[in-house]
C-alpha cells in the first residue's frame, strides 16, 4: 500500500494537494511536477506520456501507476490552468515592457524639453546681458569723450594705444585700448563676470510670471532709471534712489497695508515703523488717523487729511451771477384742515376732479400739478390735511414760495388749520388765505378773519397785510380773484432761477411701480434735469432713464418750478431727500453708500444703550411693555412714513406699537415671512398682497388687513393695542358689619355674631377685618347665616353670622368691611 493509500494527498507549504508547483522541458516535452504529502512525482505532458523524462521509472506515464487522487480529467484541467497562466504571464510580461519603453520616451521627451527651454532662456539672457553691456559700454566712451583730454604726456590720448617710454626700462607691453578693456572683461569668467550673469541659467520669478518675449514690457522711465543708475556705476559713484515725495491722503482710520501703498513704501517698514513706535500691529490691523499721520511724516511725505463726508464734494454749491438768472413760474402750496375743500379748489382751477377718485374724499398724498393761466404757469402743491400727515405738511412748506390756506367759512379755524400757519411761519413764506364754502348758508367769513387774529394772521380786511379772498369750489365764485391774489404776491417775491446748469430738486413724493419699478416725484428748484442725467437722492441713485408730466406725457427735460416723475432709481427715495445731479455713475454711488452707512450709523447708536445704566433700564422698561408688532405696506413713500409716525403716537407706559418694516409697493412673500416669525399682522394702505403672499398668508394664518383711509388704520390698531392693556380692578364697597360676640361651632369654627352696620353683606362678596382701623385680614366668607337658614345676604339693621375661609383669628369689636372686585376694560385714548 503506498503512502497516499486512503488518505487525501496534502500538499507543501504554499501548495494545496495535488497542485501543480512547477515544469521543466525534456527534449520537446514538457513535464509537471505533482507535490504531495511525502512524494514528488513527475508527470508527463498529456499527449507526451512516450516520451522519456529524465528521473522518472520507465512505467512513470502509465495511468495504473499515476498517483491516488489524480483522475485524467483532473490532469487535463491541471495542464490548462498551468497553460493559461503561462500565456497570462507572457501577456504581463509584454504590457510591462511597452510601459517601461513609452515612459523611457517620455522621460526622453522631457528632458529634450527642458534642455531646450533652458538653452532658450540662457540664449534670451546672453542676448540681454550683451545689449545691457554694449549701452553702459557706449555709455561710458560717451562720457570719456566729454571729458577733458589730459597733457599727451601723461596718458594717451583716447582711442590710441598707450606706448611705454622706449628705452631699457620701457621694455614693458603696450597699454591696452578701451576696446580691448571691454572685450577682456566680456570674456573673463569666475569674480570678473558681470552681476546679471550671475543668475545665467536660471529661471526667475519675474521671467515665470512674464511668460516669455510677449510679457510686461518696461515703461521709458523705467528704462532711463536702469541706464542712470548703470552710468553712475561705471563712474565708480554710489546708486541711490532718489526719494519721491507723495502727497498721502489720511482718512479717519487706514489700515497698514493700504498705508503702505499709499506711500509706495514696503508693508514691513511700516510694520518695522510702528513697533519702533511702540504699537504691535500687523498689515490687516487698522490704526487711527493721527498715529497714521506721525508714520506719514517719519517717512518723509506730506499728509493731507480727509474724511468720509469729503465725498459729497463734488456735489458744488453754484453761486449764480445775476446775469444768468431768468423768471420761474412760483410754487404754490395749498394747506388747510381735513375736508375744508383744498383740493375741491384746487380741481375748479385746474377744470379736473381728482377729489373724486380719493378715499373717503380725502387727500392722502403730495399731488404736483401746473396750471396755465392768463400766459402764466403755475406750480401747485396739494398736502393732505388729516392729521397723521404733519411731515407732509412740513416738507409742502419748505420747497414752496406761497402758501395758499384754504379755510372752511362755516367751520372756521381747527387744528390743522393752526399747524399749517405754523408751517408756513416757520418756512417765512407768505400766505394767502382762502375763505371757501362762503355759497353755504351757515358761512360766516368774519368769523374766520376773527380766529385768525389769534394766531397772529392778520388779513386785508382786518387793517393787515395778509390777502383774503371769498371763495367757492363748488360755483367757481371768486376764483378768479384768488389767481390775481397768486399772481401779484409772485411778483412782488420776484422768482428766478438758473436753468443753464446742473439741476437741484425735492422729492416730493415716491412710490415703488409694479412696472416701472421705484418713481419719484421731484420739483425741480434750480438748473435743469435731463433725460440721461446721473444724480444722487437721499440714500439712492439712479440715471433719468424717463421723465413723466402731472399729465402723464413724456418729457425730455424740466427746468426750475417744473413737477416730473423721475424713472430710473435703484431704489425708492425718502420723500423729502434732495436731488443733485452728478457728472460720473461712480460718484453717485459713492455718495450714496456714504449717506446710507451713515445713517445706518445713526440708527444703531440712537437704538443702543451707551452705558451699562441705560442697558439695564431699557431691560426694565421692557420688562412691563407689552408690544404689538406690526409690518406696513403703503402704495407711496409719504403715506408709509405718516402710518409710522402715527403708530409711534399710540400706546402708553404699558402698552406700545412696534412697527416691525415699513415699506412702498405690493405685500410679498418675505413680509408674510416676517409677520410669521414675530407674530405681527399685516397692514396694506392702498397696496394688495401678490398671489404667492397670499397663499403663503392662508397657509401660515397671517392676517391682511387693507385700508385706504389712514386714520380707519389708526383706529383699528388702536382697538387692537387696548386688547394688551390689563384689565382695571375696580372695588366697590358695599357694606360695613360689627362683630358682637364670637362663638365657637363645632364642625366649623370659630363664627362671628355680627350686626350689620351699614349697606348690606353679601355671601359672594369679598371682606376686610378691621382692628383698630388696621387691616388685619383680606379673604372671603366661608358662611353667612341668618338665624340657622345659609343667606346669600343681610341686609342693613339685621344681625347674621359670618365666618372667615381659613381665618380664625377674630375678636368682639372687630369691623369686617365688604366689598365687591369688578374687571373694566381699559382704551387707549
Known amino acids: 500500500m503506498s503512502d497516499t493509500d486512503g488518505k487525501k494527498p496534502l500538499g507543501l507549504k504554499g501548495a494545496r494537494p495535488g497542485q501543480v508547483k512547477q515544469s521543466f522541458s525534456h527534449g520537446r516535452t514538457k513535464n509537471v511536477v505533482v507535490e504531495t504529502k511525502r512524494k514528488r512525482v513527475v508527470v508527463p505532458k498529456p499527449g507526451a506520456a512516450n516520451a522519456p523524462a529524465p528521473n522518472a521509472s520507465p512505467r512513470a506515464g502509465d495511468p495504473s501507476k499515476r498517483p491516488a487522487g489524480i483522475s485524467d480529467a483532473e490532469m487535463d484541467r491541471r495542464m490548462k490552468a498551468l497553460q493559461a497562466a503561462k500565456e497570462q504571464e507572457a501577456a504581463d510580461a509584454e504590457r510591462r515592457a511597452a510601459e517601461e519603453k513609452e515612459q523611457a520616451e517620455r522621460r526622453e521627451r522631457r528632458r529634450a524639453e527642458a534642455e531646450a527651454k533652458e538653452r532658450e532662456e540662457k540664449e534670451r539672457e546672453d542676448a540681454l546681458k550683451a545689449k545691457a553691456e554694449e549701452d553702459a559700454r557706449k555709455l561710458r566712451e560717451a562720457e570719456e569723450a566729454k571729458a577733458p583730454k589730459p597733457s599727451a604726456a601723461a596718458v594717451a590720448a583716447p582711442g590710441e594705444p598707450a606706448v611705454a617710454p622706449s ?29 546679471d550673469g550671475r543668475r545665467s541659467g536660471k529661471l526667475t520669478l519675474n521671467q515665470a510670471l512674464r511668460g516669455g518675449e510677449g510679457g510686461r514690457q518696461k515703461s521709458m522711465a523705467a528704462m532711463k532709471r536702469k541706464q542712470e543708475r548703470a552710468r553712475q556705476k561705471a563712474m565708480g559713484g554710489s546708486v541711490e534712489r532718489e526719494k519721491v515725495i507723495r502727497d498721502v491722503q489720511l482718512p479717519e482710520a487706514i489700515v497698514v497695508s493700504e498705508l503702505a501703498n499709499r506711500m509706495s513704501e514696503r508693508v514691513a517698514d511700516v510694520v518695522k515703523a510702528l513697533m519702533t513706535n511702540g504699537m504691535m500691529v500687523t498689515q490687516t490691523q487698522t490704526i487711527d488717523a493721527d498715529t497714521a499721520e506721525l ?63 380719493e378715499a373717503g374724499g380725502i387727500t392722502q398724498h403730495i399731488g404736483a400739478y401746473q396750471v396755465e393761466q392768463n400766459g402764466q404757469t403755475l406750480t401747485f402743491l396739494d398736502t393732505p390735511g388729516h392729521a397723521a400727515f404733519t411731515s407732509m405738511r412740513a416738507r409742502g412748506a419748505q420747497v414752496t414760495d406761497i402758501v395758499v390756506l384754504v379755510v372752511a367759512a362755516d367751520d372756521a379755524v381747527m387744528p390743522q388749520t393752526i399747524e399749517a400757519i405754523a408751517h408756513a411761519k416757520a418756512a417765512e413764506v407768505p400766505m394767502i ?33 395778509v390777502q383774503d379772498v371769498e371763495v367757492s369750489a363748488i360755483s367757481g ?30 422729492v416730493i413724493e415716491a412710490q415703488l411701480d409694479v412696472g416701472r419699478g421705484p418713481v419719484a416725484t421731484v420739483l425741480v428748484q434750480t438748473g435743469t434735469l435731463k433725460q440721461g442725467d446721473i444724480f444722487v437722492v437721499g440714500e439712492q441713485w439712479g440715471r433719468v432713464r424717463a421723465m413723466e408730466n402731472d399729465q402723464g406725457k413724456r418729457v425730455k427735460e424740466a427746468g426750475p418750478s417744473v413737477p416730473v416723475e423721475v424713472l430710473g432709481l435703484n431704489g425708492t427715495p425718502e420723500a423729502g431727500d434732495v436731488l443733485n445731479v452728478v457728472d460720473t455713475e461712480a460718484q453717485a454711488r459713492e455718495i450714496a453708500e456714504y449717506r446710507e452707512k451713515a445713517a445706518k450709523d445713526k440708527r444703531a447708536a440712537a437704538g443702543a444703550a451707551t452705558t451699562l445704566e441705560q442697558l ?22 409719504g403715506s408709509a412714513e405718516a402710518i409710522v409716525q402715527a403708530m409711534e403716537k399710540i400706546g402708553n407706559d404699558e402698552v406700545r406699537v412696534r412697527v416691525l418694516h415699513s415699506g412702498v409697493g405690493a405685500i410679498t412673500e418675505s413680509d408674510i415671512g416676517l409677520a410669521e416669525a414675530s407674530g405681527a399682522p399685516v397692514f396694506g394702505f392702498n397696496v394688495r398682497a401678490n398671489a404667492p403672499a397670499r397663499n403663503s398668508a392662508n397657509q401660515k394664518g397671517i392676517e391682511i388687513r387693507y385700508y385706504s383711509v389712514i386714520y380707519d388704520l389708526v383706529d383699528d390698531v388702536k ?15 358695599i357694606g360695613y358689619a360689627a362683630i358682637k360676640e364670637v362663638f365657637k361651632v363645632t364642625g366649623v369654627g370659630r363664627v362671628a355674631g355680627c350686626l350689620v352696620t351699614e349697606g348690606v353683606a353679601r355671601r359672594s362678596a369679598g371682606v376686610r377685618l378691621l382692628r383698630d382701623n388696621v387691616v388685619i385680614h383680606e379673604g372671603t366668607l366661608k358662611t353667612l347665616k341668618r338665624f ?28 369686617i368691611e365688604i366689598f365687591t372686585r369688578e374687571e373694566v376694560e381699559r382704551n387707549l385714548t
Open 616 to 637: 439695564m433700564a431699557t431691560a426694565k422698561a421692557d420688562e412691563n411693555v407689552s408690544e404689538m408688532p406690526i409690518v406696513v405696506k403703503a402704495d407711496v413713500q
Open 719 to 733: 382697538q387692537a393695542a387696548s386688547g394688551l392693556l390689563s384689565a382695571e380692578i375696580k372695588e366697590t364697597f
Open 433 to 465: 388765505v382762502a375763505i371757501n364754502k362762503i355759497d353755504l348758508p351757515a358761512a360766516s367769513p368774519d368769523k374766520v378773519r376773527t380766529d385768525l387774529l389769534q394766531h397772529e394772521v392778520i388779513v386785508e380786511k382786518m387793517s393787515g397785510e
Open 295 to 357: 508714520i506719514i511724516e517719519e517717512f518723509g511725505h506730506k499728509v493731507v487729511r480727509v474724511s468720509d463726508s469729503d465725498v459729497e464734494d463734488v456735489i458744488a454749491q453754484v453761486e449764480d451771477d445775476d446775469k444768468d438768472l431768468q423768471g420761474r413760474p412760483p410754487v404754490i402750496t395749498v394747506m388747510g384742515h381735513v375736508d375744508h375743500g383744498k383740493t375741491s379748489v384746487l380741481d375748479a382751477i385746474r377744470n379736473a376732479r381728482v377729489v373724486a377718485g
Open 788 to 815: 340657622k337658614d345659609e343667606v346669600p345676604e343681610v341686609i342693613s339693621g339685621q344681625e347674621c353670622g359670618m365666618a372667615f375661609e381659613n381665618y380664625e383669628d377674630i375678636r368682639p369689636d372687630d369691623v
Open 477 to 506: 365764485q371768486g376764483l378768479d380773484e384768488l389767481l390775481e391774489a397768486i399772481a401779484l404776491q409772485s411778483e412782488i417775491l420776484e422768482l428766478k432761477a438758473n436753468p443753464d446748469r446742473a439741476a437741484t430738486g425735492a
Open 167 to 195: 628705452g631699457p626700462r620701457g621694455g614693458g607691453k603696450a597699454a591696452p585700448t578701451p576696446e580691448r578693456r571691454d572685450r577682456d572683461r566680456d570674456n573673463k569668467g569666475g569674480k570678473g563676470r558681470a552681476d
